[in-house]
């Protein structure tokens, strides 16, 4: 079975602190996703990875930064958290595309709080 | 902005067929339609997916119309597991993204 894992479940910051999200698949993925999901918002992709030390951003990247040293792990870091991103933050992995099947596996989520 | 359209709510008896729509009316020759599905708690989870023709795997059946404006996917017995939010997306074959809407909330009511 193909596993993505997250580092934590929840996890409770204060404003201004350095915020480390990890993300770990075990399925050799070239792709690696982060997104964040709020009520009324639904998931919205925040940064993305295709290979190794690459990066785009999402939709929503403002607030956010990214790295992925290895293939199999794609850290999300919040340099100075603020209020406005309380939020679950989901990862995901997927093969490099093949044409017209390119599942996405999700991870369970981290449920960010900042006081 | 997501390129569906879907009603925000629907329910269905347990053992019954459910049957979510979606629109996607602008979609583009080399453009698949997705679907996802959201458990509460949980990250979301890959259904099906199909270019123009039906498609059917162990958990659902994925039927497009003709002209590929819009499609409907069939879960043929749910039951309360299946209560979730189910997404239908469209993405071009090269992409790797997903751009979610905010979906369908199925309630499968005993």
């Known amino acids: 079975d193909v596993k993505v894992t997250q580092s934590s479940r929840y996890l409770v910051k204060r404003t201004g602190e350095k915020v480390f999200l990890e993300c770990v698949q075990d399925m050799d993925h070239e792709n690696m996703f982060w997104y964040r999901q709020d009520p009324g918002l639904g998931l919205r992709l925040i940064y993305f990875s295709y290979d190794v030390k690459m990066k785009e951003k999402g939709d929503i990247p403002e607030g956010y930064s990214v790295s992925r040293e290895k293939k199999e792990r794609f850290s999300l870091i919040l340099e100075s958290a603020s209020t406005n991103q309380t939020s679950m933050y989901l990862c995901a992995s997927s093969e490099k595309g093949l044409a017209g099947y390119n599942e996405q596996f999700f991870g369970p989520g981290t449920r960010l709080t900042v006081l | 902005d997501a390129k569906t359209t879907q009603p925000p709510s629907m329910d269905c008896a347990e053992g019954r067929a459910a049957n979510l729509p979606c629109n996607h009316s602008?979609?583009?020759?080399?453009?698949?339609v997705y679907w996802y599905r959201q458990i509460h708690s949980q990250g979301p989870q890959y259904i099906i997916h199909g270019l123009k023709n039906n498609e059917t795997n162990e958990m659902a059946s994925l039927i497009i119309t003709e002209d590929r404006k819009s499609s409907t996917l069939i879960l043929p017995h749910a039951t309360l597991r299946d209560t979730a939010v189910y997404y239908c997306i469209v993405r071009v074959a090269y992409d790797s993204k997903l751009t979610f809407g905010k979906g369908i909330t199925l309630s499968v009511r005993p």
């Open positions: 602008t979609i583009s020759g080399n453009e698949y």
